[in-house]
């Protein structure tokens, strides 16, 4: 009886049994028995940014290292660039204080020279009104001899000699010129007079010092 039912029900909505069993068929569930092929979400996208990434990461790591390498040879270049600046001033202030040791040597030899000239000028005025008079005298006695004898030798002041002697004869007169022309770099006959006596000549000289 079902069979019969079920053929009627199925030719009134036009399906033959063949159909409905084949219908059947087709509803049973597919099953794959392959294995299946999942789509994977690492892709050369993927791959290429963690690349970037991982490439990123070490460059900064880099920079930093060599940020903390620039920083400690700039820390260094500083504390030796203090160090050079203290020893720069301390040479400028021993510089200082020798330039002005300098000073005060230069000022004690200007000092110096100028008491030094003082001390040459007295001495030049001293030694013009004290003439030498030993070495004036001794000069002026080598031409005392017995052809014309001095008699009477005077000094004065302001080195003035005033000379009396008899000679024997003219020859005496002309020895004893001859001996001031010897010794005129220090004795300088200013004048000379003769005249007869009762036996011999009798001269005047009169010389100064030079």
């Given amino acids: 009886m079902i069979p019969r039912l079920r053929g009627k029900l199925m030719s009134l909505i036009g399906q033959t049994p063949a159909d409905d069993q084949d219908s059947g068929w087709r509803r049973v569930p597919k099953i794959n028995l392959l294995p299946g092929t999942r789509s ?29 390498s620039t920083n400690e040879r700039s820390d260094a270049l ?3 660039l ?10 400028e ?23 030094d000239e003082v001390a040459r000028q007295a001495y030049d005025q001293l030694t013009a009104l004290r003439p030498d008079w030993g070495a004036s005298l001794e000069a002026l006695l080598q031409g005392d001899s017995p052809d014309a ?26 020895r004893f010129l001859e001996h001031m ?28 010092t030079r």
């Fill in 181 to 208: 022309r010897e010794v005129d770099y220090i004795l300088d006959l200013t004048s000379f007079r003769w005249e007869e006596g009762e036996s011999s000549l009798v001269f005047t000289a009169d010389i100064r």
């Fill in 78 to 80: 500083g504390r030796e």
């Fill in 82 to 91: 203090s160090d050079i600046e203290r020893r720069i001033s301390a040479q």
């Fill in 40 to 68: 994977s979400v690492i892709t050369p996208l993927v791959l290429f940014l963690v690349a970037v990434m991982l490439l990123e990461a070490l460059a900064l790591q880099y920079l930093y290292r060599d940020g903390l």
């Fill in 93 to 115: 202030g021993a510089i200082a204080d020798e330039e002005g040791k300098i000073a005060e040597l230069e000022n004690g030899l200007k000092q110096l020279a100028a008491q």
């Fill in 149 to 174: 004898m001095f008699t009477k030798v005077v000094t004065a002041p302001g080195g003035k000699i005033d000379v009396t002697g008899v000679a024997t004869g003219v020859a005496g007169i002309d």
